[in-house]
């Protein structure tokens, strides 16, 4: 950790409270004079930080570019730990994820990036990452679970933990459509792909990794028809002066963790029943090669989706074998 990370680090854990130079040099084990470099370099990258007589540093305002201090403060487990890496482009987040827990099992690492140039959703779709301002990011955990069936759930955890961010950053209204696609305002505003990796002789999991895509501001005016139809972003063409990225992903990871931590208890359901998209009306899903209609009803505790078929019958469906278009879903304001 470089000597402005520390004290940016103490400032964030002041919660508004001014720290003497003399405290922090104490602290951190450093002179007056790298605390103040240190201080200046904060300021040029954006910091507001007041030199108040008699009290000494307080941060008013914090940077708005991605700050790996800012998003892993105070973070519970799995991610109490966590290794923080970003870029500006990337081809994938999943793919270094992937790398990195090889590299370093059982660490958490969080994987952060403007763009992607080959990003991927379910099933090896593409998923599009080229607007002026989305946020591209994949986190991976050892999961408290071993069993490859229990995967799918962690995709619900994370539409949940990432809603609940995003609505708190926007104060936009969100929607889930099973299982892993964003939607506000009638529009895909974002998409999430969990993989996993495991362990060849024990057949077991030995990480889970979750990537996230959302288009936070831009147009699609130049993507393809099939894109333009559905596609938005979370903020229209313009992004928010006062919108910190580094908030929306610290609130997810600590929403995530919780998750997590209770996913025996299965805490994340009621707030992802309350976002499902579509509940009550017709839709139509592709399944082994056939296609069908039926009524979505809800979510099962597994999160498989029930949906009434046109006899009657509740049938459940699971997110590996089902495929829903997200183009009946556009401009649906439910």
Same mark, same amino acid.
């Given at each position: 950790?470089?000597?402005? #990370?520390?004290?940016?680090?103490?400032?964030?854990?002041?919660?508004?409270q001014?720290?003497?130079g003399?405290?922090?040099a104490?602290?951190?084990?450093?002179? %007056?004079?790298?605390? &103040?470099?240190?201080?200046?370099?904060? %300021?040029?990258?954006?910091?507001?930080?007041?030199?108040?007589?008699?009290?000494?540093?307080?941060?008013? %305002?914090?940077?708005?570019?991605?700050?790996?201090?800012?998003?892993?403060?105070?973070?519970?487990?799995?991610?109490e730990?966590?290794?923080v890496?970003?870029?500006?482009?990337?081809?994938?987040?999943?793919?270094l994820?992937?790398q990195?827990?090889?590299?370093?099992?059982?660490?958490?690492?969080?994987?952060?990036?403007?763009?992607q140039t080959?990003?991927?959703?379910?099933?090896? %779709?593409?998923?599009?990452?080229?607007?002026?301002?989305?946020?591209?990011l994949?986190?991976?955990?050892?999961?408290q679970?071993?069993?490859?069936?229990e995967?799918p759930?962690y995709?619900?955890?994370?539409? !949940?933990?990432?809603?609940?961010?995003?609505?708190?950053?926007?104060?936009?209204r969100?929607?889930?459509? &099973?299982?892993?696609?964003?939607?506000?305002?009638?529009?895909?505003?974002?998409?999430?792909?969990?993989?996993?990796t495991?362990?060849?002789? !024990?057949?077991?999991?030995?990480?889970?990794?979750?990537?996230?895509?959302?288009?936070?501001s831009?147009?699609?005016?130049?993507?393809?028809?099939?894109?333009?139809?559905?596609?938005?972003t979370?903020?229209?063409?313009?992004?928010?002066?006062?919108?910190?990225?580094?908030?929306?992903?610290?609130?997810?990871?600590?929403?995530?963790?919780?998750?997590?931590?209770?996913?025996? #208890?299965?805490?994340?359901?009621?707030?992802?029943?309350e976002?499902?998209l579509?509940?009550?009306?017709?839709?139509?899903?592709?399944?082994a090669g056939?296609?069908?209609t039926?009524i979505?009803q809800g979510?099962?505790?597994?999160?498989?989706?029930?949906?009434?078929?046109?006899?009657?019958?509740?049938?459940?469906?699971?997110?590996?074998?089902?495929?829903f278009? !997200?183009?009946?879903f556009? #401009?649906?304001?439910?």
């Amino acid at each position: 950790m470089s000597t402005q #990370d520390e004290i940016l680090a103490v400032l964030l854990e002041q919660n508004g409270q001014p720290i003497s130079g003399q405290a922090l040099a104490d602290q951190l084990g450093l002179s %007056r004079t790298a605390v &103040w470099k240190a201080v200046e370099g904060l %300021r040029q990258q954006g910091y507001q930080i007041a030199s108040l007589s008699k009290k000494g540093y307080l941060l008013e %305002r914090v940077s708005h570019t991605l700050d790996a201090q800012q998003i892993k403060r105070d973070l519970d487990a799995p991610f109490e730990s966590l290794h923080v890496a970003l870029y500006d482009s990337v081809t994938s987040t999943n793919d270094l994820a992937k790398q990195f827990a090889i590299q370093s099992p059982g660490q958490a690492g969080l994987f952060i990036a403007r763009k992607q140039t080959q990003g991927r959703g379910r099933s090896g %779709r593409h998923f599009h990452s080229d607007i002026a301002s989305g946020l591209y990011l994949s986190v991976v955990f050892q999961p408290q679970v071993t069993d490859l069936e229990e995967v799918p759930q962690y995709t619900l955890l994370a539409a !949940s933990a990432m809603v609940a961010a995003l609505e708190a950053a926007s104060g936009q209204r969100l929607r889930i459509k &099973w299982v892993n696609d964003l939607f506000c305002r009638g529009r895909k505003i974002g998409g999430i792909l969990t993989e996993a990796t495991t362990d060849i002789e !024990s057949r077991s999991l030995s990480s889970i990794i979750i990537g996230i895509g959302l288009n936070l501001s831009g147009d699609f005016s130049q993507a393809e028809a099939s894109t333009q139809s559905v596609a938005g972003t979370l903020f229209g063409q313009e992004m928010p002066a006062d919108f910190n990225p580094n908030q929306v992903i610290h609130d997810f990871l600590k929403q995530l963790a919780y998750y997590i931590r209770t996913l025996s #208890d299965k805490t994340y359901l009621p707030h992802y029943e309350e976002h499902l998209l579509g509940v009550g009306r017709q839709v139509s899903y592709q399944q082994a090669g056939q296609e069908y209609t039926g009524i979505i009803q809800g979510i099962t505790d597994q999160g498989h989706l029930l949906i009434q078929d046109p006899h009657g019958q509740i049938r459940t469906l699971f997110s590996q074998e089902v495929h829903f278009s !997200s183009q009946q879903f556009a #401009d649906d304001l439910d």
